[in-house]
């Protein structure tokens, strides 16, 4: 069984468009999370906390990454 890939995204966040227009360009199969980045949600937060490439002086951007333990943040490192 293959791992699944989650994009978390919000879709008036840019740098998410860009992840999510790679990932389909790339034909790569995944999963949506939407989230408000201006009413992040404790799942959100949780989530982000463990992204590599996070900022640690926000509580949580858009786009996150997630396949299996590896999570990452920054739309440079997705793209």
């Not at 786009?63 to 299996?68: A, F, I, K, S």
């Amino acid at each position: 069984m293959s791992k699944a890939i989650t994009l978390v995204y919000d879709p008036i966040c840019p740098f998410a468009q860009r992840a999510w227009i790679t990932l389909l360009e790339r034909q790569v199969p995944f999963e949506k999370m939407k989230v408000d980045i201006y009413n992040k949600s404790e799942e959100f937060k949780k989530v982000y906390s463990k992204a590599y490439g996070r900022n640690p002086e926000n509580v949580g951007m858009v786009p996150v990454l997630v396949y299996g333990d590896l999570t990452i943040a920054e739309s440079d490192l997705i793209s």
